[in-house]
């Protein structure tokens, strides 16, 4: 049974994004990888990446750097919730506001195309228990204790 274990070498699944593998789309140019996006996506590129976007893509690729090999990049901190995620950005690690604090994304190759905010909830999901004091009018004549 162990040897049998041992034998069988574990398989991973290889990532395709719109049919195009993951190596294909690290050496795309920007202007090929844009026509394989959504529309919204599309339409943000063609109008141009503005300075602090493309500030955010330099700082990723210095973090990237000089993280030693095998190893999680240093966490870069942004606000831009709305910045694209491209396959340059795959393997480093964004500290993304959510109006209180940075949640830490580590960015995925299932993430392309995606924005930095969808990974980053802004609110905090409600966890619907008992009702509290206040929540309707006979509960005004409950004791506080």
């Known amino acids: 049974m162990a040897d049998a274990e041992g034998a069988k070498k574990r398989t991973f699944r290889k990532y395709t994004y719109r049919g195009v593998d993951l190596d294909q789309l690290l050496d795309m140019s920007t202007d090929e990888l844009v026509e394989m996006f ?12 503005k300075r602090k976007a493309l500030a955010l893509i330099k700082k990723l690729r210095k973090a990237k750097k000089e993280a030693p090999a095998g190893e999680k990049p240093d966490a870069v901190r942004t606000h831009l919730r709305n910045m694209v995620i491209i396959p340059e950005m795959i393997g480093s690690v964004v500290g993304v506001y959510n109006g209180k604090t940075f949640n830490q994304v580590e960015i995925k190759p299932d993430m392309v195309g995606h ?12 966890g619907h228990g008992r009702p509290g004091i206040g929540a309707s009018a006979g509960s005004r004549f409950i004791p506080l204790k």
């Open 115 to 126: 924005y930095l905010g969808e990974f980053s909830i802004t609110y905090k999901p409600v």
């Open 38 to 49: 959504a529309a919204r996506q599309r339409r943000r590129f063609q109008r141009g990446l």
